[in-house]
């Protein structure tokens, strides 16, 4: 087997199991030769450290598999680590009123680049790393056996796909051919879900949780629903038994399939208006005109893709919460939410703070959002933890 030696200065995050190595931490490489191939990551000292899948051209030059090296890399290894993430899903597999959950969510079940969402009877994955893509054949074979779906769809048409040296394809890859779109059922309400071409797999699964606990807060409130899709929090707000939701999106695609999920759930029309723009200038044209809301959903996409825009997604992020604050009635919700994976938690809460100071309203905060729990953490990969949200009640 190939390995990697590691720089001196560089083995620390390594020992508190952080499961990436950067190119700018080896050493040296020794008999490595296919993109996704699994290596031995050694110490300095020479010390096997990790068993780890090469890539050729990212940055992050491997991913480890596992800190136990008297474990082989093999099929049966990937099976075992396909069946364990599902087995921590049998809660909400075995669920009536839920039919779509995430089954793999990458480093954090073991399975570094992996996702694999199952939308009813279908599932979709993406294929992000050259260790998840080296292992294609036997991952595509493992989740056919164990869910027996329909058909297996790629979607790993995603530019961190361009990083790792790989063209962005999709396609299917196992059974059927899924048709245009799929229906689904999220705690009982109906979602019409197009995975060729919607985002990410479809449907943003990881704010399920926070789409149920929206629910309990908005009963004959009205609601501002802000990016939002195709309308996941507005559905979920309507049959809570919300007086009226205005969802803002700039996709009228997205805009559409919200209008379809209005008739899958059966909601008279009326009460839910969709207004095609841009958040940041309607906020604006709201305030403006005094117009204001009992609740209000920011779940706006990464406004950081990198470190290098940092500092403008901090202003992003102020910018629309401060706006929001001003439009709230006295008692009012705020619900924000951040997926930028730079943005650590104590970095949102502390923008999220500046804006509520900025705009003269006192604010609670009376409960803090995570993503959903089969989308988990891991401890010791603070990137996995990438979805923040917070409940602000205003005075
Ligand atoms: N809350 C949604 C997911 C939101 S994803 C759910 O639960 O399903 C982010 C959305 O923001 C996308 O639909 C995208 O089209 C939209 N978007 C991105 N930038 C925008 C902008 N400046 N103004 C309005 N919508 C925007």
């Given at each position: 087997?190939?390995?990697?030696i590691?720089?001196?200065t560089?083995?620390r995050?390594?020992?508190?199991?952080?499961?990436?190595?950067?190119?700018?931490a080896?050493?040296?490489?020794?008999?490595?030769e296919?993109?996704?191939?699994t290596?031995e990551?050694?110490?300095?000292?020479?010390e096997?450290?990790?068993l780890?899948?090469?890539?050729?051209?990212?940055?992050?030059?491997?991913r480890?598999?596992?800190?136990d090296?008297?474990?082989?890399?093999?099929?049966?290894?990937?099976k075992?680590?396909?069946?364990?993430?599902i087995?921590?899903?049998?809660v909400?597999?075995?669920e009536?009123?839920?039919n779509?959950?995430?089954?793999?969510?990458a480093?954090?079940?073991?399975?570094?680049?992996?996702?694999?969402d199952?939308?009813d009877?279908?599932?979709?994955?993406?294929?992000?790393?050259a260790?998840?893509?080296f292992?294609?054949?036997?991952?595509?074979?493992?989740?056919?056996e164990?869910?027996k779906?329909?058909?297996?769809?790629?979607?790993?048409?995603?530019?961190v796909?361009?990083k790792?040296?790989?063209?962005?394809?999709s396609?299917?890859?196992?059974?059927?051919?899924?048709?245009?779109?799929?229906?689904?059922?999220?705690?009982?309400?109906?979602?019409?879900?197009n995975?060729?071409?919607?985002?990410?797999?479809?449907?943003?699964?990881?704010?399920?949780?926070?789409?149920?606990?929206?629910?309990?807060?908005?009963?004959?409130k009205?609601?501002?629903?802000?990016?939002?899709?195709?309308?996941?929090?507005?559905?979920?707000a309507?049959?809570?038994g919300a007086?009226?939701?205005?969802?803002?999106?700039?996709?009228?695609?997205?805009?559409?399939?919200?209008?379809?999920n209005?008739?899958?759930?059966g909601?008279?029309?009326?009460?839910?208006?969709?207004?095609?723009?841009?958040v940041?200038k309607?906020?604006?044209?709201?305030?403006?005109?005094?117009?204001?809301?009992d609740?209000?959903?920011l779940?706006p996409p990464?406004?950081?893709?990198?470190?290098?825009q940092?500092?403008?997604?901090?202003?992003?992020?102020?910018?629309?919460?401060?706006?929001?604050?001003?439009l709230?009635?006295?008692?009012?919700?705020l619900?924000?939410?951040?997926?930028?994976?730079?943005?650590?938690?104590?970095?949102f809460?502390?923008?999220?703070?500046?804006?509520?100071?900025?705009?003269?309203r006192?604010v609670q905060?009376?409960?803090?959002l995570?993503?959903?729990?089969?989308?988990?953490?891991i401890l010791?990969f603070?990137?996995?933890?990438?979805?923040?949200?917070?409940?602000?009640k205003?005075?």
């Amino acid at each position: 087997m190939g390995y990697m030696i590691l720089k001196k200065t560089r083995e620390r995050s390594l020992v508190r199991r952080h499961p990436w190595i950067f190119s700018g931490a080896v050493e040296k490489k020794v008999g490595i030769e296919q993109n996704g191939q699994t290596v031995e990551i050694r110490s300095f000292g020479g010390e096997i450290m990790a068993l780890a899948a090469w890539s050729e051209f990212s940055q992050i030059c491997a991913r480890v598999w596992t800190f136990d090296d008297n474990l082989k890399i093999d099929p049966d290894f990937i099976k075992s680590r396909l069946i364990s993430s599902i087995e921590k899903r049998k809660v909400i597999l075995n669920e009536t009123d839920t039919n779509a959950c995430r089954l793999v969510n990458a480093e954090s079940d073991g399975i570094p680049g992996l996702i694999v969402d199952k939308y009813d009877e279908f599932l979709v994955c993406q294929f992000l790393s050259a260790g998840a893509e080296f292992w294609k054949k036997t991952i595509v074979q493992v989740l056919s056996e164990e869910i027996k779906p329909h058909g297996i769809y790629e979607r790993s048409d995603t530019e961190v796909r361009t990083k790792e040296g790989f063209e962005k394809i999709s396609g299917n890859l196992y059974g059927d051919l899924p048709p245009e779109i799929i229906q689904i059922k999220e705690h009982g309400i109906n979602y019409a879900v197009n995975i060729k071409a919607g985002h990410k797999t479809g449907f943003y699964l990881d704010q399920s949780e926070s789409r149920l606990i929206l629910q309990e807060y908005c009963r004959q409130k009205e609601i501002l629903n802000c990016f939002s899709y195709t309308g996941g929090f507005g559905i979920a707000a309507l049959v809570a038994g919300a007086t009226r939701v205005t969802n803002i999106d700039s996709s009228s695609e997205s805009l559409n399939l919200l209008e379809q999920n209005l008739s899958l759930n059966g909601i008279d029309k009326s009460k839910s208006l969709q207004v095609e723009g841009d958040v940041f200038k309607i906020l604006r044209t709201y305030r403006d005109s005094c117009k204001n809301f009992d609740v209000i959903i920011l779940d706006p996409p990464k406004f950081a893709e990198s470190k290098s825009q940092l500092m403008g997604a901090l202003r992003g992020y102020k910018d629309i919460n401060l706006l929001a604050f001003k439009l709230l009635n006295p008692g009012g919700l705020l619900f924000t939410f951040s997926c930028s994976g730079h943005i650590v938690p104590e970095l949102f809460f502390k923008i999220v703070s500046e804006a509520a100071t900025d705009s003269d309203r006192e604010v609670q905060l009376i409960r803090t959002l995570s993503q959903s729990a089969d989308h988990p953490v891991i401890l010791n990969f603070p990137e996995s933890h990438y979805l923040k949200g917070l409940i602000c009640k205003v005075r």
